[in-house]
């Protein structure tokens, strides 16, 4: 399915409400987090905060008529000086956007942009048993990087994390 073009923008702290309520609809599927309860709001202020629009963005993705996409955000890794150029990459989508092919462009789209960012490794954190994020960004040229098998337990179930890696051209 071919999705229209979409146009990025720095999040505000008004914005924030909405993320979050992305974010809330796919708790309870068990594919996409490891958070067994939805988030609040207030919860994520911090989150927020540690993005910035010069090297950890946190954008909102809409239509060119405006309809909200979904969110997308670098985070750093790890917390060290050392890992400055490694950068995680979340992508989540509203409900109404999903399996219209918005997550390949929104990846194609960041991948592109990293090196702007001073990201020179992308990270993707993805449970082994989301199909469809493990084959978009293995398509996309992702690689693993790391396996720990059944690091998480979702309602009595051990889920293994995979991280995929891919390196920029920066």
Do not use: C
């Amino acid at each position: 399915m071919k999705s229209e073009p979409v146009i990025y923008r720095n999040a505000t702290i008004d914005d924030l409400p909405e993320i979050v309520a992305i974010y809330n609809t796919i708790v309870a599927g068990r594919m996409v987090t490891a958070d067994t309860e939805e988030i609040s709001v207030e919860s994520r202020v911090k989150w927020f905060h540690d993005h910035n629009p010069q090297t950890r963005p946190l954008l909102m993705i809409h239509t060119p008529s405006g309809e909200t996409v979904g969110w997308v955000s670098f985070s750093s890794f790890y917390g060290r000086p050392a890992y400055n150029g490694t950068a995680e990459i979340s992508i989540y989508l509203s409900e109404a956007q999903r399996g219209k092919g918005y997550g390949k462009i929104v990846l194609q789209d960041m991948m592109k942009a990293a090196p702007q960012y001073d990201i020179k490794t992308i990270l993707a954190f993805i449970f082994a048993h989301n199909e469809p994020s493990m084959k978009l960004f293995l398509q996309n040229g992702f690689a693993e990087y790391g396996h720990f098998p059944n690091v998480a337990v979702l309602d009595g179930v051990e889920r293994t994390l995979m991280i995929l890696g891919y390196k920029t051209q920066a």
